[in-house]
């Protein structure tokens, strides 16, 4: 097993370009078993959830071919319309292949997703929505089998919570529905927007993506097309604190600005002077920041995704943050790591309260608990005394493309090792 080690006290300058986004590559990614033959996608991040994916689209009888960043699928009809438990359990964004699956071919068997690291994540929105467009589904041994004899039936759905995944199912499910299907409380984050112009290149007929009603008109057919995929905004993010917190100059290229407002808000309102241009960010250097109290709440509130990193931050602050987390409700298995880096956290069920102190980490050991969680307990390295080891780093793997080589080319001391 691999672990990162970091030495604390270096000063980040530079620049540094975002990868392609996890959680748009994704998405699209399944959207291709919607149409039959080649597709080609660029930008697309090698991590372990794409080549998750891979291997369920493999299954699911697609070729596929994935070097360079570039993944060429070709979609053939499956002969087992199923995704089995052994690659759901491995990535929880399997749940994906629900929606187009019963769309295109009336009959979907998938595994159910457990919980995992950050809440129990459970799926009755999906569910309840495909019956809304006559699906008849069961869940039985594990798994949702899911039928629509005749085709889905396009429905007006209203979303108890903004659901990002059932947003995009639900999308997927209403491209071939008859008749008009209405997302109302439709999540409306960039990666939704992203899926959106691919199914629209494919020949979907969509309106609203990115706002709280999407209306999609069914149609009969799609044909396979290409596209570019989004910048990773939660990478971007996560270089951009790590400038931050280290007090150095550092600007993230190839990211939209836009996607991340409010993080920009934030860490002006904290006391960093941001730069930005139609796609780079720049964090100028800070020696003293104040701390700021965050609630994350869905796009574009400030981004559960960042919610970690940005609390590796306020540790180094002047003064106290209140950190509210409302999208997840057991999202701060990473305070309880930073307390050991002599973090001052006090931890509630959705709250916590940092006192901040800037210079105030000593490296020691920790453990990452999920994806965000690695890249706060890395960015807390940056500035702790001495030598933090993250172990357990194969959560970071799922979603971020060479973070310790990107925070190194700015000059981090950052290292790659096995585990003794
Ligand atoms: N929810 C329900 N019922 C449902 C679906 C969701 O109650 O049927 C609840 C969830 O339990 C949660 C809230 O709704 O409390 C929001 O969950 P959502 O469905 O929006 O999350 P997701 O689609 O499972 C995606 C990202 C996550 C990101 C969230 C929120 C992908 C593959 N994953 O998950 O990304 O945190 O949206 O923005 O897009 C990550 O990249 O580290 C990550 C966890």
Same mark, same amino acid.
């Given at each position: ?28 990614l ?31 009888n ?13 979609v053939?009809? $499956?002969?087992?319309?199923q ?15 629900? =929606? ?13 997703? =457990? ?8 799926? %009755? ?10 699906a ?12 629509? $004899? ?12 903004a ?18 299907t ?18 629209? @290149? ?15 008109? =069914? ?12 910048p990773?905004?939660?990478e ?36 960093f @002077? ?5 796609s ?10 104040? =701390? ?37 409700? %057991? ?11 002599n ?14 102190? @800037? ?53 981090a ?8």
């Amino acid at each position: 097993m691999d672990m990162i080690t970091i030495q604390g006290g270096m000063q980040l300058n530079g620049e540094v370009a975002t990868s392609g986004a996890k959680n748009a590559a994704l998405p699209i990614l399944f959207s291709a078993l919607l149409a039959e033959g080649q597709h080609e996608f660029t930008n697309v991040p090698k991590l372990r959830d794409i080549y998750s994916t891979k291997e369920l689209l493999e299954s699911l009888n697609c070729e596929v071919k994935f070097e360079n960043n570039t993944f060429k699928v070709n979609v053939k009809r $499956p002969e087992k319309l199923q995704a089995h438990y052994d690659y759901v359990r491995k990535m929880r964004a399997s749940i994906l292949c629900l =929606g187009p699956l019963l769309s295109k071919y009336h009959e979907a068997e998938v595994s159910l997703p =457990g919980g995992c690291a950050i809440g129990t994540r459970p799926i %009755n929105i999906h569910l309840d929505s495909l019956k809304e467009m006559g699906a008849q589904i069961e869940v039985k041994a594990g798994y949702v089998h899911a039928k629509a $004899p005749g085709g889905l039936k396009g429905a007006r759905i209203l979303f108890e919570v903004a659901t990002v995944g059932g947003t995009e199912n639900i999308m997927m499910a209403a491209v071939f529905a008859q008749g008009e299907t209405v997302i109302e409380n439709a999540a409306k984050e960039p990666e939704i927007v992203d899926m959106a112009n691919y199914l629209i @290149k494919m020949g979907a007929k969509i309106e609203g993506a990115g706002t709280s009603i999407i209306r999609v008109q =069914g149609v009969n057919e799609l044909k396979p097309a290409t596209h570019d995929i989004i910048p990773d905004r939660i990478e971007a993010g996560t270089l951009l604190i790590a400038g931050a917190i280290t007090g150095g100059d550092v600007t993230v290229t190839r990211c939209v600005p836009d996607h991340l407002e409010a993080l920009i808000l934030k860490l002006r309102e904290s006391g960093f @002077k941001i730069e930005t241009s139609d796609s780079s960010i720049r964090v100028l250097p800070q020696s003293v920041w104040k =701390g700021v109290d965050i609630t994350t709440t869905p796009h574009p509130g400030f981004a559960t995704d960042l919610q970690a990193q940005f609390m590796a931050l306020m540790v180094e602050a002047e003064g106290t943050s209140v950190i509210t987390e409302s999208v997840f409700e %057991n999202r701060f298995m990473h305070v309880q790591e930073l307390v050991r880096l002599n973090a001052d956290i006090t931890p509630k069920t959705r709250v916590a309260v940092v006192r901040g102190k @800037k210079g105030g980490l000593l490296a020691a050991p920790v453990m990452a608990t999920d994806l965000r969680a690695s890249a706060c307990l890395i960015l807390a390295g940056l500035v702790a005394q001495g030598e933090t080891k993250v172990k357990r780093i194969y959560h970071l793997d799922r979603g971020y493309e060479n973070l310790e080589l990107k925070l190194a080319s700015l000059g981090a001391k950052v290292q790659r090792l096995k585990e003794e």
